[in-house]
């Protein structure tokens, strides 16, 4: 026969959980997301990247012509839901990094592409 415990009678147990935050992530509800910084190249051609995820590294695919801001959604890799199965998605937002400085070489790539540029149509 259990014995009556000290403190008071029996009831409601509750528990809080506190997370501890990760810097390679911004937590939304049970939602993930993440900045990833792309080159020039990798935006205008597209290219495949290794990102972190809660279960390790995870490949996504950036599709050519990524512009900046653009959100990958990975989905099923975020959070669980608190007392369910369902987990959350993993958003990736793309930042594209501007070269502030250039090789001879590289401004020369750079002065060749402008010249195959199309003029802007609709110019003020």
Request: proline fraction near 10%.
């Amino acid at each position: 026969m259990p014995s009556e415990s000290p403190g008071g009678t029996p009831g409601d147990l509750f528990v809080i959980v506190r997370s501890k935050p990760d810097p390679r992530f911004e937590r939304d509800g049970r939602d993930l997301w993440r900045r990833e910084t792309i080159t020039v190249p990798e935006a205008v051609l597209g290219s495949k990247r290794n990102v972190p995820s809660l279960n390790g590294s995870v490949e996504v695919s950036v599709p050519a012509a990524a512009q900046p801001g653009l959100v990958l959604r990975l989905a099923r890799k975020g959070l669980p839901e608190f007392g369910g199965g369902r987990r959350g998605d993993l958003y990736v937002r793309l930042d594209v990094q501007i070269p502030e400085h250039l090789s001879k070489q590289e401004r020369k790539l750079y002065e060749q592409l402008r010249a195959l540029e199309k003029p802007a149509t609709g110019a003020c």
